[in-house]
């Protein structure tokens, strides 16, 4: 499939992880730390646009950032709004070129590009949180979610684009690690299930 770009995470020293598809489905169906002011909202906002074009859905990232908790910084949603405006300028080639791909088929070229992105988001003034939420709205199929309470202090994880394109790595290792020897079927119902 590929090689990645050169960035390294450790998960856990001395400890291998493993894990079954049903366990994962598990603890995603266990799993309940958002508030209950955001339930719904990720279907509403994200899923059911996400084939729409970014600049067209700038209210619908600022509503679903708001109740996410990512918009608590110096401005808010109108620094936001500001910073936004002004990345989708500069961004909007590669995120349309991989709007719609999922994490698991991504090319060692898209993990540059999410790079390049983050990278330019982060530059515009984005926090580090607002940027991994944003990118998870912009391309909820290929980009995980990036916050400090649930991924970075979880993994011991520093707070730069290089870092959040490991963590993104990661992620399709962990997807292709879980989905050997079965079938495309399988990894489409997980997709599902999300």
């Known amino acids: 499939m590929g090689s990645f770009p050169r960035y390294s995470m450790v998960v856990h020293r001395l400890a ?28 509403r906002l994200v899923w059911e646009q996400r084939s729409e074009s970014p600049v067209a859905r700038l209210d619908n990232a600022v509503e679903f950032l708001g109740k996410w908790k990512a918009l608590r910084f110096k401005g808010g949603s109108a620094a936001f709004r500001r910073i936004c405006t002004n990345w989708l300028r500069k961004n909007l080639t590669d995120l349309q070129r991989l709007q719609g791909r999922v994490l698991y088929s991504l090319a060692p070229q898209d993990f540059q590009r999410i790079l390049d992105i983050s990278s330019s988001l982060r530059d515009c003034g984005a926090p580090p949180t607002t940027m991994g939420k944003s990118l998870h709205f912009f391309l909820p199929e ?37 989905t050997r020897g079965k079938t495309i079927k399988v990894l489409s119902q997980l997709e599902k299930d999300h």
Request: aromatic share 16%; proline share 3%; glycine share 8%.
């Open 142 to 178: 290929t980009v995980m979610m990036w916050d400090q309470a649930i991924v970075r202090n979880t993994y011991k994880l520093r707070s730069d684009p290089g870092s959040f394109v490991s963590y993104q790595g990661f992620g399709w290792k962990l997807l292709h690690n879980l």
């Open 16 to 43: 291998r992880i493993s894990f079954e598809l049903e366990q994962l489905r598990e603890a995603a169906e266990k799993y309940a730390y958002h508030d209950a002011g955001t339930h719904g909202v990720w279907p």
